[in-house]
Antibody, heavy 122, light 109 residues
Framework: QLQLQESGPGLVKPSETLSLTCTVSGGSISSSYYYWGWIRQPPGKGLEWIGSIYYGERIYYNPSLKSRVTISMDTSKNQFSLRLSSVTAADTAVFYC??????????????WGQGTLVTVSS | QSALTQPPSASGSPGQSVTISCTGTSSDVGGYNYVSWYQQHPGKAPKLMIYEVNKRPSGVPDRFSGSKSGNTASLTVSGLQAEDEADYYCSSYAGSSLVFGGGTRLTVL
């Protein structure tokens, strides 16, 4: 059974960089059948796609976040990561990692991590 | 890119049917047959319910169905059950990006 687990600091100071890692077990992130993504959800609000990565080389970012986001993969650890720079309180959210199907159309996320709350505060 | 438009709330009695709309543009919903729907219970991760407009993943009850007309996609839940009470989100491919709807809270009366 595929499992995804987010990890990283739960508290980040304004203007600093948020860094999260998603560890995948029960499957390989190098598989050509899947891609991997990050989605966030501010408290009490809706879902927002942050970006997705495929094969460690092909990456799409949400245009509204593109200048501040970096997504990368470490196939040796079966992990992929998110970095979001210059954070403000508006970046406070539950961050989810997920597995996607059909990279060509950024199709459905069929497995999700449990989510991790990151609060931006001094 | 702008979020897809969903009604903030919907409701129905047990056994009834309810339909949730998801309106976009010709650059997302109207331009591609890659609309997905997710169910999210409080404090839980979203769960995929519908993909490619009207396909159901294994294990999702056939009470859930999807459709699309023009720039609007719809999720219909038939034979409402108490466990269907949750937030529902649509998403659509938007040309090298993905956009979600604002979410609809479904209440089972």
């Amino acid at each position: 059974q595929l499992q995804l687990q987010e990890s990283g600091p739960g508290l980040v100071k304004p203007s600093e960089t948020l860094s999260l890692t998603c560890t995948v077990s029960g499957g390989s992130i190098s598989s050509s059948y899947y891609y991997w993504g990050w989605i966030r959800q501010p408290p009490g609000k809706g879902l927002e796609w942050i970006g997705s990565i495929y094969y460690g080389e092909r990456i799409y970012y949400n245009p509204s976040l593109k200048s501040r986001v970096t997504i990368s993969m470490d196939t040796s650890k079966n992990q992929f990561s998110l970095r979001l720079s210059s954070v403000t309180a508006a970046d406070t959210a539950v961050f989810y990692c997920a597995r996607g199907r059909n990279w060509n159309y950024l199709e459905r996320f069929d497995y999700w991590g449990q989510g991790t709350l990151v609060t931006v505060s001094s | 890119q702008s979020a897809l438009t969903q009604p903030p709330s919907a409701s129905g009695s047990p056994g009834q049917s309810v339909t949730i709309s998801c309106t976009g543009t010709s650059s997302d919903v109207g331009g591609y047959n890659y609309v997905s729907w997710y169910q999210q219970h409080p404090g839980k991760a979203p769960k995929l319910m519908i993909y490619e407009v009207n396909k159901r993943p294994s294990g999702v009850p056939d009470r859930f169905s999807g459709s699309k007309s023009g720039n609007t996609a719809s999720l219909t839940v038939s034979g409402l059950q108490a466990e269907d009470e949750a937030d529902y989100y649509c998403s659509s491919y938007a040309g090298s990006s993905l956009v979600f709807g604002g979410g609809t809270r479904l209440t089972v009366l």
